[in-house]
């Protein structure tokens, strides 16, 4: 599988499991829209790129969170080329492993996902 389609599998696999409506809030109300963003997700976008392209406002917009995942999960695997494809989408939850594991229960989510398909 090349590249592009190891990080479109992957953040296909992340929506499908974070999979929320684009106005529900999860976490207390920290987790918004589609990817369930934390307002952390958004500024790490924002620090990949160099620039602000991305508010707190756009965590609603399907487009724009799709857009920010393949971003930050483009970014992670140019940094570890040979991250399968559930351990690169496992990166949006949980982005620095050695600092917090995703969690079994995530992964296995992914897992489930990626064996339908994404």
Request: aromatic share 6%; charged share 20%; net charge positive.
């Amino acid at each position: 599988m090349i590249s592009s389609n190891i990080i479109a599998a992957a953040c296909a696999i992340a929506l499908q499991v974070e999979g929320a409506h684009k106005t529900q809030r999860g976490d207390g109300g920290k987790a918004v829209g589609v990817g369930q963003m934390h307002a952390v997700a958004v500024a790490e976008v924002n620090r990949i790129l160099g620039y602000p392209a991305f508010t707190l406002a756009d965590r609603t917009d399907p487009a724009k969170v799709a857009d920010m995942i393949a971003i930050t999960l483009s970014w992670h695997h140019a940094r570890h080329p040979n991250l399968s494809v559930v351990a690169l989408a496992s990166r949006w939850r949980n982005p620095y492993p050695r600092v917090r594991k995703c969690p079994a229960w995530h992964m296995n989510k992914l897992r489930k996902a990626a064996k339908k398909g994404g």
